[in-house]
């Protein structure tokens, strides 16, 4: 019971933080503020910012994945691809997602993405950093 309910607060503390640094880039990227109109629905800069955002969330996932230890006789080098690809996906979701901040002209609800933006940029450093820290801890070990 103790440990459940751990998790469960380490969930919900990593969620509020990880929504804090997204209103952070946000305000930073200097689109914080809610657009005048609000646009519904999907639109292609929408797309492609959950597009990359989703591709971040998968490098987090493959950079987790890539830090645990492997029981198998060949977990090395499973793990040595899977903190490639958590490299590799970290740095398109970081630069899609800094791109799409970048030619955003309006805030929230404008149907520019700024918001799956932020988050692209977040996940896709949270993917490189756990891809790098697998990928030294291989080449660190015998």
């Known amino acids: ?12 503390a990593a969620a509020a933080l990880f929504g804090v640094l997204v209103y952070g880039v946000l305000v930073a990227a200097q689109v914080s503020d809610s657009a005048a109109t609000t646009v519904h629905g999907a639109t292609p800069r929408r797309l492609w910012a959950t597009t ?4 971040g969330l998968g490098g ?7 830090l645990g230890r492997s029981v198998t006789p060949n977990g090395a080098g499973k793990r040595k691809k899977r903190a490639i690809v958590a490299l590799l996906a970290g740095v398109i979701a970081a630069v899609n997602g800094g791109l799409n901040l970048a030619v ?6 404008s149907g520019n993405g700024v918001v799956g933006g932020a988050a692209a940029l977040l996940l896709g450093l949270i993917a490189m950093v756990l891809g790098g820290l697998a990928f030294a801890r291989l080449t660190r070990s015998p």
């Open 1 to 12: 019971m103790k440990r459940t309910f751990a998790l469960i607060f380490v969930a919900v």
């Open 52 to 55: 990359a955002a989703v591709l």
């Open 60 to 66: 987090v996932v493959v950079g987790g994945l890539a």
């Open 104 to 109: 955003a002209t309006g805030g929230l609800g």
